[in-house]
């Protein structure tokens, strides 16, 4: 919030840029962080844990996901300011772009996916690697042969990377399960031990999943997705992504405080109708022209076709067109991931463990005074 509101960074998201909005939010940004790590210092010695555990166990694990997170974000923060802090020393002036977030952050989800799956199926404090082979064998099997699978039966083309994305996903999904299945134990049915599953179990059933779906959504959205920038008069059509768009025309058209061309774009897949869309090329009261796509959303696939400017006297137009396929999922994974958030922030074992500890250093501060 302070990088795109106080006027630090150009982006088109950075709207309302306000600098002394920015230097407030930076202060209250210092009080914030800064007291969480004031509190977090003064009670260092009391959170300090003398337990120890072997490199193979779960609180290996644990650990590094955590630490390929803070990598992840730290490469992402990094990506963001370095070229503003080159431009303040007067070095010079560069671009960061999806190249470098590409190359970065996509290897370190590959091992954080790995882990997510061994995690919770490894014992605490210790375990040994000969067990979890033994358990992960067939996940690992099962992941490998529908992750390749799926993407030479249905993707438009085969491509290493889907491929990959596709068996992490299935990977995490898979180890997922087998974790409840594991947790149950044969003494009681799975329905049972979800009922009675604390909502930390939760929190991570929907964390994981959350993750698989946000994989399938970048990996399929940045392999498959196809635009065209293309010229079209009234009748005219073009096939993207298995649908064909009918350009049927624009026409003037009025709103509450703007004036804009809007188009008339039919959609179609196989000769059956799928969407009418209409973009607009709009001019406000105030001078600003703004574009607004027509889009049909979907699970599996978005469709969005923008409006540019009239071409010659013939009625023709200038389009962009996109298709996306499994955006949607990106955002989904999100939604999935915050709910297994609240969920685990909530579970009931945590605040009886903090009244545990309360209850335990008032007894030994009544037993110092006496």
């Not at 993407?151 to 409840?180: D, E, K, M």
């Not at 105030?286 to 699970?299: F, K, W, Y």
């Not at 996306?324 to 969920?343: D, E, N, Q, T």
Request: glycine share 12%; charged share 15%.
């Amino acid at each position: 919030t302070f990088l795109v509101r106080s006027g630090v960074l150009t982006s088109v998201h950075a709207f309302a840029t306000d600098p002394g909005r920015g230097i407030f939010i930076l202060l209250f940004l210092c009080v914030v962080i800064g007291g969480s790590l004031l509190l977090y210092s003064w009670r260092a010695s009391q959170i300090r844990s003398s337990i120890k555990f072997s490199l193979i166990s779960r609180d290996t694990g644990l650990l590094m996901n955590n630490v390929f997170l803070v990598v992840a974000c730290a490469s992402v923060l990094l990506g963001t300011l370095y070229p503003l802090v080159l431009d303040a020393l007067g070095v010079g002036k560069i671009s960061v772009g999806p190249p470098y977030f590409n190359s970065v952050f996509i290897p370190l989800t590959i091992p954080l996916a790995i882990f997510i799956g061994v995690g919770p199926l490894a014992r605490w404090k210790e375990d040994s690697a000969e067990r979890l082979v033994r358990k992960l064998a067939v996940s690992l099997l099962v992941s490998l042969a529908a992750g390749f699978g799926l993407t030479l039966l249905l993707a438009p083309q085969f491509n290493w990377g889907a491929a990959l994305g596709l068996v992490l996903a299935i990977w995490v999904v898979l180890t997922t399960i087998l974790w409840l299945v594991d947790r149950a134990g044969g003494r009681r049915s799975l329905l049972q031990m979800l009922l009675t599953l604390p909502r930390g179990g939760w929190g991570m059933m929907f964390g994981h999943l959350g993750v698989a779906v946000f994989i399938v959504g970048i990996t399929l959205t940045s392999i498959y997705s196809t635009e065209k920038d293309l010229r079209l008069e009234r009748g005219q059509s073009y096939s993207l992504g298995g649908y064909d768009f009918l350009f049927q025309g624009a026409e003037r058209v009025k709103g509450p405080n703007y004036v804009a061309h809007q188009a008339v774009v039919e959609v179609s897949r196989d000769g059956k109708p799928v969407a009418l869309l209409h973009p607009q090329k709009r001019n406000y009261q105030s001078g600003m022209p703004m574009t607004e796509a027509g889009i049909d959303a979907g699970l599996t696939r978005d469709l969005f076709v923008a409006l540019g400017e009239p071409l010659g006297d013939q009625g023709a137009w200038s389009l962009r067109i996109y298709h996306k396929p499994f955006i949607r999922w990106i955002w989904l994974g999100f939604i999935f991931m915050a709910v297994g958030g609240v969920l685990a922030a909530t579970d009931r074992r945590y605040f009886q463990l903090a009244r545990k500890a309360r209850a335990v250093a008032g007894h030994q501060a009544m037993a110092g005074t006496a």
